[in-house]
């Protein structure tokens, strides 16, 4: 028999634990189960003994996200946040050969030398390529260079995409950006869309004073014991009056169920529900692998001023001085205070991703030293690390192939009303779509 109104959240990441905190608000006995020693997924931050702060994933958000916000607020959080420094506002892509600073303003792209003149002289008319209105599934290399041409591709949306996505704009989907798609349908054009952007509120991004680790174990404290650590379910099955969710500890039937798990986990324990074909389009979503390398140096061997969030790689220009294979590299200490102790800097490089997943399954000590070669290679180092911190993210981010959306919709139609899903896989992959994504699943099984 299941408790009444009992809810098992199957995974404890921002996405599952924002479900469960929604769950727990509106007084439904839930309990989460979690694969992991620890809840919070990708959210997870190290202070190290030496005194730096080191984010093994997400290192900031951006302004005005709505669920995140509420959260925050909920947990008490208000106090803790802090904002990036205005530096953080410049970015770097190495591109044709150098370092260059992209612009911080729309039109600045019109002049960047990042670009050639004949390629800036394109962008001018991108106003003018005529909306493609059949809804065809184009790649993002398809949609962007038929919008602004092949260069900027290259030179800027595959630096930004490998960043963002651990992607390629061959392989993603328009499923990836949706505004993007929304921004060609409702204004014919993407200038007049970040035009408008431009004009909105600030841009600041933020984070916690302890990282975003803090924000995750938070809503886990406000949950107490209904989180259960180290319970991966093995099984997720029909029976009367409720679902058997097992772990290898326990094995109980609950009324509704949000699975918060990658799409590869929901597609395994959904299989006896949507039936093999459906839960094989989920197991089929690719996950990259991507390493992360957080290095703290001290400031006077780093040659670079470090005046900004980071740099980014563009995947045809290979790094001088043989530098290693990096995606980019995020100067954490610039952008928020505190992450590292005086006189000391914080840089995480990112290897791998769809681009080069081969890079990232080398060793720890070959991953430090790819890492250490990307930084002298771009910023010039006068010394070794003092510290590094290796995190692998063997199935990272989830790839939005085209047709995403369309072969998602086809599994959500085919849940009952009281199993819903959630995750980065479904609305977008920042922490605040994962987030969102679990507030909509506590919704839908509530309803
Ligand atoms: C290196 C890196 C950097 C990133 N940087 C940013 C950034 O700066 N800004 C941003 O907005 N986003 C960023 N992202 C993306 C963002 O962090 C993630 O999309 C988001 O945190 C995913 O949350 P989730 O709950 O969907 O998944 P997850 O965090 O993966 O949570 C899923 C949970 O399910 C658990 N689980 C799996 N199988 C089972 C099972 N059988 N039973 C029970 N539990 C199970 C897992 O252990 C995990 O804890 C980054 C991602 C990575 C990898």
């Known amino acids: 028999m299941s408790r009444r109104g009992a809810v098992a959240v199957i995974g404890g990441g921002i996405s599952g634990l924002t479900a469960a905190h929604d769950l727990a608000q509106r007084g439904a006995d839930v309990t989460v189960f979690e694969a992991g020693p620890r809840a919070g997924g990708i959210l997870s931050t190290v202070r190290t003994d030496d005194g730096f702060v080191f984010e093994r994933g997400p290192n900031s958000l951006r302004p005005n996200q709505p669920t995140l916000d509420r959260l925050v607020a909920a947990c008490g959080l208000s106090d803790a946040r802090i904002e990036s420094a205005p530096a953080a506002k410049k970015r770097y892509v190495w591109s044709r050969g150098k370092l260059r600073a992209l612009p911080t303003k729309p039109p600045g792209i019109l002049t960047t030398k990042a670009l050639s003149p004949r390629a800036r002289l394109r962008l001018l008319a991108e106003p003018f390529v005529r909306p493609r209105r059949d809804g065809a599934d184009e790649t993002l290399l398809e949609f962007f260079e038929r919008r602004i041409g092949a260069e900027p591709v290259a030179a800027l949306l595959d630096p930004f995409v490998s960043g963002i996505y651990a992607g390629r704009p061959d392989r993603l989907g328009l499923d990836a950006m949706p505004t993007i798609r929304d921004a060609e349908a409702t204004n014919g054009s993407l200038f007049k869309t970040l035009r408008s952007r431009a004009r909105g509120p600030s841009t600041a991004l933020w984070s916690l004073t302890d990282g975003l680790g803090q924000l995750t174990d938070a809503v886990a404290a406000t949950l107490g014991e209904r989180v259960k650590t180290d319970a991966t379910v093995k099984t997720l099955a029909k029976r009367p009056g409720g679902w058997l969710v097992e772990t290898e500890r326990s094995s109980d039937v609950f009324e509704a169920v949000v699975l918060a798990v990658p799409a590869y986990v929901a597609g395994e324990l959904l299989g006896s529900v949507v039936g093999r074909e459906l839960s094989a389009t989920l197991s089929a979503i690719p996950y990259p692998h991507v390493a992360s390398v957080s290095l703290g ?41 505190d992450r590292a102790p005086d006189d000391h800097v914080a840089l995480t490089v990112m290897i791998g991703g769809d681009r080069d997943r081969a890079s990232a399954e080398r060793d720890d000590p070959t991953l430090i030293r790819d890492a250490v070669s990307a930084c002298d290679a771009l910023l010039g180092l006068r010394g070794e690390p003092v510290t590094h911190l290796v995190t692998r993210w063997p199935r990272a981010i989830p790839q ?32 605040e779509a994962a987030a969102a994504s679990g507030a909509a699943a506590a919704e839908r099984v509530l309803r």
Do not use: M
């Open 400 to 431: 939005y192939r085209p047709g995403h959306k369309r072969r998602l919709q086809q599994v959500i139609a085919a849940l009952p009303p009281e199993l819903a899903l959630a995750g980065n896989w479904l609305n977008g992959v920042s922490v």
């Open 297 to 337: 140096f001290a400031a006077r061997d780093v040659v670079h001023p470090l005046d900004g969030f980071g740099c980014l790689t563009a995947s045809d220009s290979p790094l001088p001085r043989g530098g290693g294979p990096a995606l980019g590299i995020i100067f954490a200490s610039s952008v928020f205070v």
